[in-house]
């Protein structure tokens, strides 16, 4: 075989194509890769068609043309391949179901010695993994090249070609069928992942709505700005056991974004970046399946995103391979590559094919891509090597402390667990023993009165009560759905009052209890209700000057019922802080400091309003609550 290249701009071919050298071939392949608009690519087309009748002719538009030691924008490259043993055949589908369409396709071009197939799908429209999944289901050992159109990268309006025939929404392909064809293939990807691991929240198909709780467009914003550099920047999932970009191609009104091929709800993603150093390797010598292979033509078909990061020196990828056998391509918005019977959608990678018809063509020397680098050129390669060694060191310097930071948290989460685990065995196992002391108080007083030492239990055990439902309350508090009732505040304030009666004697102190009203309805949970009582009580007990009264009262206020404790204590120095977790004034008096904690975690989940004044007379702590209505 023999691959004959040329190129199109300023509306004139740079090397006129000599068309008698073709006129006497049955076995000729034509692509044309347009980086033109659409009307530059039909009139193309047409014109080959018109010298060249019995050619076979797919096109594309693109992001980028490939012309042997080329790289160019904004102008055509035709690729003429003369087959000598080697039978061609040519599709298309249009329509928006992309795997019907890649299994018709393959349907009607594949033979039992069918060598590859050569596909293009527009860019914008088609999930390209979709289609490959058409193919793959009606063959999948049939090795498949090409990609996914472009339009220099404005993401609007892409097309391929079969014949005379543009068409902005669907596929063409053509297959080489051949007993004696030889055909490799590989690819370089080169795209490494940074960051932390990101969920894929909401998506349909290939349209991504929402990533870890953002909008999909405000996630790229945040991590890139304002910047229009989507593509350069991919997400990279773990697919097969190999790392799979997923580049975003279009952007939604609606906030989402489009990709050539899908992910799935629950995928993790990382945002990747393109290793330079490793771009600017070598490929023939790093591609193990191109190296050494005596290869007569390779098309390559290679990720927009490469040429625009490595801008002129994307050509050290390309020269190599030209230096063996003719070259051409097309860089793309897709790629498509076969591989242990699979066809996969890739983004960021460079896929190529050799082919060859005569396995002893002697093969050329290779370029050392190093070379090809001018003075101006290996600053900027300098620049970009250590941009990218300073990402990957400050990315593994990230992972290793994010790696110290998980074991740390783990450890910690483990602890907590522990330390809960444990609390809510205590909480059960000392209910009982509790209960049974209690009881027990009660029947004793019952048959032989009052006694001084058994009113003395009497009070700690009502203490130690208390303790246990703050306890209670905080273990279960995250796995009860505790009710709401219809509460009477006067009613429900003065059994507590009660309750706590004698704590308060021993304590010499008692309590004067105040109402303006006689009943105060409020929609509140009885056992959170009775921790901010209890323990506004309590603490009023605990640091009430000796021989000093507590003024409780419930009173009615427009639409509103306050709860307030007063007493003569000592002058509270830090308000804002009595309320902080284990936080205690006074070292001396008995307690975890959990408690006030605890009422202020409740009455703002339940919008109750707490007020606390403090002198060297007088501490007061009220609570706002609304009316039932």
Not at 90 to 117: C, H, M, R, W
Not at 173 to 197: C, M, R
Not at 569 to 584: H, N
Request: with cysteine.
């Amino acid at each position: 075989m023999k691959t004959y290249n040329y190129t199109y701009q300023n509306n004139s071919f740079k090397d006129k194509i000599d068309y008698s050298l073709f006129q006497d071939e049955k076995n000729i392949l034509i692509q044309v890769f347009c980086g033109q608009d659409d009307s530059t690519l039909q009139y193309i087309i047409n014109l080959l068609d018109n010298n060249l009748p019995n050619a076979i002719i797919i096109g594309t538009t693109t992001d980028g043309e490939i012309k042997d030691r080329k790289v160019s924008t904004f102008r055509t490259v035709i690729s003429i391949s003369v087959f000598e043993n080697t039978f061609i055949k040519i599709a298309k589908k249009q329509g928006d179901n992309s795997f019907n369409s890649g299994y018709e396709i393959a349907k009607e071009l594949v033979t039992p010695n069918t060598k590859l197939l050569i596909t293009f799908t527009d860019g914008t429209s088609t999930n390209g993994e979709e289609y490959l999944k058409g193919i793959t289901a009606y063959n999948e050992k049939i090795m498949v090249c090409g990609g996914m159109a472009g339009d220099n990268g404005v993401f609007k309006q892409t097309f391929v070609s079969c014949g005379t025939e543009l068409i902005d929404f669907g596929a063409v392909a053509v297959s080489l069928n051949s007993d004696i064809l030889q055909v490799t293939n590989d690819h370089k990807y080169d795209w490494i992942p940074i960051g932390i691991e990101h969920t894929i929240d909401k998506v349909k198909g290939n349209r991504i709505y929402e990533i870890s709780g953002m909008e999909a467009i405000k996630f790229y914003e945040k991590y890139l700005g304002n910047s229009d550099s989507h593509t350069e920047f991919p997400l990279i999932v773990q697919r097969n056991g190999m790392s799979v970009a997923r580049a975003v191609l279009t952007r939604y009104s609606d906030g989402s974004l489009g990709c050539g091929g899908n992910l799935y709800k629950g995928d993790k993603v990382r945002l990747g970046f393109a290793n330079a150093e490793m771009i600017m390797k070598n490929p023939v010598l790093y591609l193990k399946n191109i190296n050494n292979y005596q290869a007569e033509t390779f098309f390559i078909y290679s990720c927009m995103a490469r040429r625009r990061y490595m801008q002129s020196l994307i050509k050290v990828e390309i020269e190599p391979f030209a230096s063996i056998a003719p070259t051409s391509g097309f860089f793309t918005y897709a790629e498509f590559f076969h591989t242990n019977n699979r066809n996969e959608l890739m983004n960021q990678t460079i896929t190529l094919v050799g082919l060859s018809e005569n396995p002893s063509t002697p093969q050329r020397e290779t370029i050392n891509p190093a070379k090809l680098i001018s003075t101006n050129e290996n600053s900027y390669a300098k620049t970009i090597q250590s941009l990218t060694n300073l990402i990957q060191q400050s990315a593994k310097d990230h992972n290793e402390q994010a790696k110290i930071l998980e074991e740390q948290i783990n450890y910690s989460q483990n602890i907590l667990k522990n330390q809960k685990q444990f609390l809510r065995h205590a909480v059960h196992e000392t209910n009982t023993p509790l209960s049974v002391i209690m009881s027990n108080i009660e029947l004793y007083e019952m048959q032989k009165g009052k006694d001084e030492y058994l009113s003395n239990i009497e009070v700690a055990m009502k203490n130690i009560f208390s303790i246990y439902d703050d306890l209670s309350y905080l273990v279960k508090s995250d796995q009860v759905q505790y009710k709401i009732y219809s509460l009477d505040l006067v009613d429900f304030v003065r059994s507590r009052v009660y309750f706590f009666k004698n704590v308060a004697t021993q304590n010499s102190c008692k309590f004067n209890l105040e109402s303006n009203n006689g009943e105060m309805l409020i929609n509140f949970t009885e056992t959170k209700l009775q921790r901010i009582v209890d323990n506004t009580l309590s603490n009023a007990i605990k640091y009430t000057n000796k021989g000093e009264n507590i003024d409780v009262k419930v009173e009615k206020v427009n639409n509103f019922f306050k709860f307030s404790v007063s007493s003569c204590s000592k002058e509270i120095q830090d308000p804002e802080k009595i309320f902080d977790e284990y936080y205690r004034e006074e070292k001396s008096k008995e307690g975890f400091g959990l408690g006030l904690n605890l009422v202020k975690r409740i009455c703002d989940e339940e919008g109750v309003i707490i007020n606390v004044t403090s002198d060297s007379k007088n501490t007061s702590f009220t609570y706002i609550f609304k009316g039932y209505k």
